[in-house]
């Protein structure tokens, strides 16, 4: 079937492939070009298809998980063979995890040189190393199975739980020609790619019975239910019953952040008391203190809605497994409510209410203060003010403090707006996930960096600048890992937190043409902040803060083991 067919015209493997996303309404690649595939991004550009060029691969792959998270379809990366491939796989993993749709295509060497191990150029069984790392990995060894390929890769990873899909092509099936006509029926679109999965009646029913005798109900919200695209469901069942909910930092928005129910400002209240738990699209992770008490009632009882099964029972009893999608899910629940209704009690929400209350009094209390040099608090007041007054801005956040304290203090209005470190607090998301949501969207974005965590992709404002994106990056510069005053008594060289103090990280974007600024008083920050936001242009602030301001390891100084000796006693 590969042989040349001398009757009619031939169409070959780099065609195909372009002609099967376009057919699957791919309108963008992320990747970095090379050997291999090349002319296959040539070839995407030529049809139509948005082709955005990135500097490192890691990068391309982590806007092509975030373009999975913001569209609900499967973000595409492209990379070359080897440690191209290798690059991406930090991005792979970290989607699958995250339960972000994305497909990786990477061209590879010769097969038959790589199973024998005879030494090719970038020799890598890549399918094999993909495998543990993704939610498949799947190879396409002729070039008329590439339709089948591609389309078993989307189905995979935009189905049931979400997640990463690499598929490998090597670079002699990119170059096999065969008839044109027959290439032409070989491609097919996968239809109905993320099938509505509809819960069993009779656990929706005890679901609905479990939360009517609730005391101190919860709903939680991960995010799953973001991704699941349920917003008016979820926020009807949220107001009908009167539960308060629990946004997760990338379900901040679903229901807006200043809502009368939210419990996120009495988070600690609420798990520690609530006796019966929705978890919608959350899972019962470390980012949850696995259910377990004290941070949880010991007797608290867990309703779970997963489209995945095996999530159940992972780390608590799973009263009531509601297996299904989210919308299907809370659509069921809904249609229940009437003939049995569920009315969280006035007094849970009433002492909710006073803890948020209170805890809002010293947030108030603590954004009012004005140290200088700048500290978190401070340098976030502005960057919270100008999200509020623009809600369709899309946060990018990364790092540690900068993490945990934009989480805190920015609210959010609106679903989806909101991309973070996720289910690993990995570090080098911000400029990938910034660049997908600037092209997916259109809409401005602002990427909150720690200094260090900006580092890992920071070469990636020569993107946002060769695309002209309206990214705003804000770099909250304590010049530190953590932070900037780490001392080291026993030498000369810096300690190991210690980054460059009082770098000028604008000057990197002014390389490249973007704009840059450099603040110091909360007032700069929110003109440098407005000024950069309404150029629609490519910008970057670096916002000097204290050294001192930050606690190492943020909020999860607890998960950081520490040596009983000191470094000259070991
Ligand atoms: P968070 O970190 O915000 O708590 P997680 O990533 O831990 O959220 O949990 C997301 C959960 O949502 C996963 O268990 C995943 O299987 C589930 N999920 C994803 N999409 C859907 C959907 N459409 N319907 C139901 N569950 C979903
Ligand atoms: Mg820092």
Redesign the pocket.
């Known amino acids: 079937m590969t042989s040349p067919d001398i009757n009619g015209p031939l169409t070959d493997g780099f065609h195909l492939v372009v002609e099967a996303l376009k057919l699957n309404d791919v309108a963008t690649i992320y990747g970095v070009v090379g050997i291999p595939i090349t002319d296959l991004a040539r070839l995407a550009q030529a049809s139509g298809i948005r082709y955005i060029g990135f500097r490192h691969e890691s990068d391309a792959g982590h806007a092509a998980a975030a373009a999975g998270f913001l569209t609900g379809k499967p973000g595409v990366c492209l990379t070359v063979s080897g440690p191209g491939f290798l690059n991406g796989m930090v991005a792979l993993a970290n989607a699958t995890?995250?339960?972000f749709p994305m497909v990786h295509i990477a061209g590879s060497s010769t097969r038959a040189i790589v199973d024998l191990q005879r030494g090719d150029y970038e020799e890598l069984d890549q399918m094999a190393i993909a495998k543990p790392l993704a939610k498949a990995s799947f190879r396409v060894d002729r070039v008329e199975d590439i339709g089948r390929g591609i389309a078993r890769a989307f189905r995979t990873a935009v189905s049931?739980?979400?997640g990463g899909v690499y598929l490998d092509i090597p670079a002699e099936v990119l170059a096999q020609t065969m008839d044109a006509s027959a290439g032409a029926a070989s491609l097919w679109k996968v239809t109905d790619p993320?099938p509505s999965?509809s819960p069993s009646h009779h656990s929706v029913l005890r679901a609905l019975e479990l939360l009517a005798g609730a005391q101190r109900p919860l709903i939680?919200?991960?995010?799953?239910?973001?991704?699941?695209r349920?917003d008016k469901q979820i926020r009807a069942f949220v107001e009908t019953t009167g539960i308060p909910f629990l946004p997760?930092?990338?379900?901040k928005g679903l229901i807006p952040d200043d809502h009368q129910l939210s419990a996120a400002a009495a988070r600690s209240l609420a798990m520690a008391k609530a006796d019966v738990v929705l978890l919608?699209?959350?899972?019962l992770?470390w980012?949850?203190q696995h259910g377990e008490a004290p941070h949880w009632a010991a007797d608290a009882k867990f309703i779970q809605?997963?489209?995945?099964p095996t999530?159940f029972d992972s780390n608590q009893p799973t009263t009531i497994p509601l297996a299904?999608?989210?919308?299907s899910?809370v659509t069921a629940l809904n249609a229940g409510l009437p003939r049995h209704p569920v009315l969280c009690p006035h007094r849970w929400q009433a002492e909710l209410t006073e803890r948020r209350e209170h805890n809002a009094a010293g947030m108030a209390h603590r954004l009012a203060e004005d140290p200088r040099p700048m500290r978190f608090y401070n340098a976030l007041r502005p960057i919270r003010d100008f999200v509020r007054d623009h809600p369709q801005v899309y946060l990018v956040n990364e790092g540690a403090n900068t993490l945990d304290m934009t989480r805190n203090i920015v609210d959010m209005r609106v679903p989806r707006h909101r991309l973070d470190c996720?289910?690993w607090g990995i570090m080098g998301i911000g400029m990938g996930y910034a660049v997908a949501a600037a092209v997916e969207t259109g809409q401005p974005v602002i990427a909150v960096e720690g200094d260090s965590a900006f580092g890992f992709s920071g070469m990636e404002i020569e993107t946002i600048c060769r695309y002209g994106l309206p990214v705003t990056v804000v770099v909250l510069n304590n010049g530190g890992i953590y932070r900037g005053d780490g001392v080291d008594p026993y030498g000369t060289d810096p300690e190991p937190t210690v980054l460059a103090p009082r770098a000028h990280h604008e000057r990197l974007i002014e390389a490249f043409g973007g704009t840059g600024y450099h603040v110091d008083t909360p007032d700069a920050l929110s003109s440098a902040l407005a000024d950069a936001v309404a150029s629609g242009r490519p910008a970057l602030i670096d916002c000097e803060l204290d050294p001192s301001a930050g606690t190492e390891s943020g909020h999860l100084t607890n998960l950081n083991p520490r040596s009983a000796l000191q470094p000259n006693q070991a």
């Open positions: 995890v995250n339960c049931g739980r979400p993320a999965q939680v919200l991960g995010k799953g239910a973001a991704y699941a349920a997760m930092s990338m379900a919608a699209g959350a899972r992770n980012l949850l809605i997963d489209i995945d999530e299904g999608d989210i919308k899910v996720g289910t």
